[in-house]
């Protein structure tokens, strides 16, 4: 009985020691809300807390249009809309905690951000002429890279760190560079 007991302790801790302890953070183009969701339960994430997002260049966040984790620092970075429209989107980083947004620059019409490694890229919109950037982390403007194979709504671009590839989602269709 005692080896029973003793391998269902070691099997609980080692099995505690392996679980994924990711929070999956969520911005929304129409609000100005941080959702954190919990990854832990092997199922759909379920949502752990709703941070109101604050600070930035006009002190009130309309909308988040990209938000990317700084691999090497662990900074969230985040493209947000201080309510003037899609010409005017800021880049900032994230309290994650707090919801303060500290303000880096106006990039523009970003349409979303993504690190690959610690260098950090993004994807324009119309206004921009739908391409794919290099951002500048400490001023928030940014170099056209390539233009999109396609113009379209609903861009988004992000980094698989399992695979090493930076991907994008067009209107049309996915690829990876």
Same mark, same amino acid.
């Given at each position: 009985m005692k080896k029973l007991l003793?391998?269902?302790?070691?099997?609980?801790?080692?099995?505690m020691s392996y679980a994924q302890s990711t929070n999956l953070y969520v911005g929304d183009h129409y609000d100005g809300n941080l959702y954190v969701?919990?990854?832990? !339960? =092997?199922g759909l994430p379920s949502l752990m807390?709703?941070?109101? /997002? @604050? !600070? =930035?260049?006009?002190?009130?966040?309309?909308?988040?249009y990209? /938000? @990317?984790l700084k691999p090497s620092t662990q900074e969230m970075y985040c493209v947000y809309d201080p309510g003037s429209g899609a010409t005017s989107r800021r880049l900032g980083m994230v309290d994650t905690v707090t919801g303060a947004i500290t303000d880096i620059g106006g990039p523009g019409n970003l349409q979303d951000i993504a690190f690959y490694g610690d260098e950090l890229f993004g994807t324009t919109g119309n206004?921009?002429?739908w391409q794919f950037v290099r951002v500048d982390q400490t001023t928030g403007t940014y170099t056209a890279e390539y233009s999109h194979p396609y113009a379209g709504y609903s861009n988004c671009i992000w980094w698989?760190?399992?695979?090493?590839?930076e991907l994008y989602k067009l209107s049309y269709g996915y690829g990876a560079f």
């Open positions: 003793l391998g269902l302790f070691v099997a609980a801790i080692s099995s969701y919990d990854t832990t !339960g =092997g807390a709703t941070i109101s /997002l @604050s !600070g =930035g260049s006009s002190g009130t966040i309309y909308g988040v990209g /938000l @990317s206004n921009d002429g698989n760190p399992y695979t090493g590839t």
